[in-house]
T-cell receptor
Framework: GENVEQHPSTLSVQEGDSAVIKCTYS??????FPWYKQELGKGPQLIID?????GEKKDQRIAVTLNKTAKHFSLHITETQPEDSAVYFC???????????FGAGTTVTVRA | EAQVTQNPRYLITVTGKKLTVTCSQN?????MSWYRQDPGLGLRQIYY???????DKGDVPEGYKVSRKEKRNFPLILESPSPNQTSLYFC?????????????FGPGTRLTVL
């Protein structure tokens, strides 16, 4: 399957600052984009998702934006806290086989 | 507690020695899947199952087998492991088969093949 490009691969932010992770996809027919958070020693866990009929979705300090024209979507974490330190994966639901393609992951470190 | 369990969590083995990683979920999910996670490559799907006795290949199925005899269990079998199968493996389950439902991941199995 086609891959999702995810940037940056690592991100270090000061506590209280914002973190932004961007993903680019190529399947223009894709319409579901989840984000998963993986804490050290654990499996990934869904934190937010967005469907193509909306451009932005928020859940407390986390927001996701989707630009279907440019085929990219982004995760925004505001007022970062130490517990936000983790690996974050974006994903795209492929339209040809309805399977998830994951990005390579972003390791976020929040400095106290 | 709703969860996906995997065993073992860590395994070191040698080339060619058959092994099985078990996966079990207690959420009555129809959909189950296996992924491998490698640095710089994210999560790649190995096999998946839409229901009992129904399994299909994911993106990287070579060298792996699975079975789904019961709804709750989905073991991953490596008949003749090779060093390139050294990886972190995750089992996942979901209540929907369309792909848009949340996938619940197990804690992972770190496999080293010498």
């Amino acid at each position: 399957g086609e891959n999702v490009e995810q940037h940056p691969s690592t991100l270090s932010v000061q506590e209280g600052d914002s973190a932004v992770i961007k993903c680019t996809y190529s399947d223009s027919a894709s319409n579901y984009f989840p984000w998963y958070k993986q804490e050290l020693g654990k499996g990934p866990q869904l934190i937010i998702d967005i469907r193509s009929n909306v451009g932005e979705k928020k859940d407390q300090r986390i927001a996701v934006t989707l630009n279907k024209t440019a085929k990219h979507f982004s995760l925004h974490i505001t007022e970062t806290q130490p517990e936000d330190s983790a690996v974050y994966f974006c994903a795209e639901l492929r339209s040809n086989d309805y399977k998830l393609s994951f990005g390579a992951g972003t390791t976020v470190t929040v400095r106290a | 507690e709703a969860q996906v369990t995997q065993n073992p969590r860590y395994l070191i083995t040698v080339t060619g020695k058959k092994l099985t990683v078990t996966c079990s979920q207690n959420m009555n999910h129809e959909y189950m899947s296996w992924y491998r996670q490698d640095p710089g490559l994210g999560l790649r799907q190995i096999y998946y199952s839409m229901n009992v006795e129904v399994t299909d290949k994911g993106d990287v199925p070579e060298g792996y087998k699975v079975s789904r005899k019961e709804k709750r269990n989905f073991p991953l079998i490596l008949e003749s492991p090779s060093p390139n199968q050294t990886s972190l493996y995750f089992c996942a389950s979901s209540f929907m088969t369309s792909g848009e439902a949340e996938q619940f991941f197990g804690p992972g199995t770190r496999l080293t093949v010498l």
